[in-house]
């Protein structure tokens, strides 16, 4: 719930000047809300609206006039805008939310001293520091952040899908990681280039075949470019139709950091894919270990991929309907009411 003496305008600054002008919440926008991301951000807004209060994007509190009503301000991981508010007796800074792990943006991680002295709480995947450093870190001020996800069900036309591919299917970006410890791009790229030869994997995503891109210069890239073109089917318009396709999909994070569990393994659940999923190292605390196969478990991809055909249709449809009450559950709920316990905290 709001509180009650909560001030009648909240503004987020969202993560691109793409979503300004309130396009935060235009889930009519099919560009901007691709696989429904922005869902979670219409309900609040929407929650907001029902107590008679409103949430904007702080591209207009940068442009009003200071004011004697205050205005609460959250970030969405923008470090440019907030230090101008920092004198204004208008504005309260309430949460900086940090979604990109350290190997996307380090930048955030090494500003949470600062962020922590300016924020009354700082959201991030985890409070023990794993992945980064607490040195002057105002740690009270620390929260765990869960994902936002849009659905608390399951995408029924897609996960009662009967048909699939006996396969393995990987849709992702193509991107150049920073140097950072527990990088999972090129253990993705690793796998793919195992699994590959045996014929089992088919890849989805932007910028594979950009070899002149900058996300294309690295080495595990160009080592393995001719592999990666022969599993490459294109981009693909919904994660949800593809994933249906396929039995299986392989669910590796950016990087393997506690607390740190995005979409990606939601988007199997909600379509009724086993994930193989590598990433947050307590993934076992987060999502129950009967959703997913837990990739740490093999040696070896073809492991790997051996074992994952040894698990039988009954198996199989046990592990779906395991995703599905736990994105129903208290549990899976955290992921869903993100939102509501970061703007309607007391």
Same mark, same amino acid.
């Given at each position: 719930?709001?509180?009650?003496?909560?001030?009648?305008?909240?503004?987020?600054?969202?993560?691109?000047?793409?979503?300004?002008?309130?396009?935060?919440?235009?889930?009519?926008?099919?560009?901007?809300?691709?696989?429904?991301?922005?869902?979670?951000?219409?309900?609040?807004?929407?929650?907001?609206?029902?107590?008679?209060?409103?949430?904007?994007?702080?591209?207009?509190?940068?442009?009003?006039?200071?004011?004697?009503?205050?205005?609460?301000?959250?970030?969405?991981?923008?470090?440019?805008?907030?230090?101008?508010?920092?004198?204004?007796?208008?504005?309260?800074?309430?949460?900086?939310?940090?979604?990109? #792990?350290?190997? $996307?943006?380090?930048? *955030? @991680?090494?500003?949470?001293? &600062?962020?922590? /002295? +300016?924020?009354?709480?700082?959201? !991030?995947?985890?409070?023990?520091?794993?992945?980064?450093?607490?040195?002057?870190?105002?740690?009270?001020?620390?929260?765990?952040?869960?994902?936002?996800?849009?659905?608390?069900?399951?995408?029924?036309?897609?996960?009662?899908?009967?048909?699939?591919?006996?396969?393995?299917?990987?849709?992702?970006?193509?991107?150049? #990681?920073?140097? $950072?410890?527990?990088? *999972? @791009?090129?253990?993705?790229? &690793?796998?793919? /280039? +195992?699994?590959?030869?045996?014929? !089992?994997?088919?890849?989805?995503?932007?910028?594979?075949?950009?070899?002149?891109?900058?996300?294309?210069?690295?080495?595990?890239?160009?080592?393995?470019?001719?592999?990666?073109?022969?599993?490459?089917?294109?981009?693909?318009?919904?994660?949800?139709?593809?994933?249906?396709?396929?039995?299986?999909?392989?669910?590796?994070?950016?990087?393997?950091?506690?607390?740190?569990?995005?979409?990606?393994?939601?988007?199997?659940?909600?379509?009724?894919?086993?994930?193989?999923?590598?990433?947050?190292?307590?993934?076992?605390?987060?999502?129950?270990?009967?959703?997913?196969?837990?990739?740490?478990?093999?040696?070896?991809?073809?492991?790997?991929?051996?074992?994952?055909?040894?698990?039988?249709?009954?198996?199989?449809?046990?592990?779906?309907?395991?995703?599905?009450?736990?994105?129903?559950?208290?549990?899976?709920?955290?992921?869903?009411?993100?939102?509501?316990?970061?703007?309607?905290?007391?």
């Amino acid at each position: 719930m709001i509180p009650d003496n909560a001030p009648d305008m909240t503004y987020v600054d969202p993560p691109s000047p793409a979503y300004y002008e309130d396009r935060l919440f235009d889930i009519s926008n099919a560009t901007l809300n691709r696989d429904d991301s922005l869902v979670p951000y219409a309900r609040v807004r929407q929650a907001f609206r029902a107590a008679g209060k409103d949430l904007r994007t702080a591209d207009y509190l940068m442009k009003a006039p200071k004011g004697e009503a205050v205005s609460n301000y959250y970030s969405l991981g923008v470090l440019d805008n907030y230090k101008a508010l920092l004198e204004r007796a208008d504005v309260c800074l309430k949460a900086f939310i940090i979604f990109e #792990p350290p190997v $996307v943006d380090p930048r *955030l @991680y090494k500003a949470l001293p &600062e962020l922590t /002295a +300016a924020f009354e709480t700082v959201y !991030v995947h985890n409070t023990i520091g794993d992945g980064y450093s607490l040195k002057g870190v105002d740690l009270s001020k620390l929260r765990q952040l869960y994902w936002p996800q849009p659905r608390d069900e399951v995408i029924l036309q897609c996960w009662e899908r009967s048909e699939r591919l006996d396969r393995i299917v990987v849709i992702n970006g193509n991107h150049i #990681p920073r140097k $950072v410890p527990h990088e *999972l @791009y090129s253990k993705r790229i &690793e796998a793919m /280039a +195992a699994l590959a030869p045996l014929g !089992v994997v088919d890849l989805y995503g932007r910028g594979w075949a950009k070899w002149w891109s900058r996300a294309s210069m690295w080495l595990p890239y160009w080592r393995n470019r001719k592999t990666l073109m022969s599993i490459y089917k294109g981009a693909c318009d919904s994660k949800y139709e593809v994933l249906s396709q396929y039995k299986f999909s392989l669910c590796f994070e950016n990087m393997a950091m506690k607390g740190y569990v995005t979409e990606k393994i939601f988007d199997c659940l909600y379509s009724g894919t086993i994930p193989l999923y590598l990433g947050a190292p307590d993934i076992a605390a987060l999502v129950p270990s009967n959703t997913y196969v837990d990739c740490r478990a093999f040696k070896s991809w073809s492991e790997a991929y051996d074992a994952m055909m040894k698990i039988t249709p009954a198996e199989i449809m046990k592990m779906r309907n395991a995703g599905r009450n736990f994105i129903r559950s208290e549990d899976g709920l955290k992921f869903y009411d993100s939102l509501n316990h970061v703007f309607f905290a007391d």
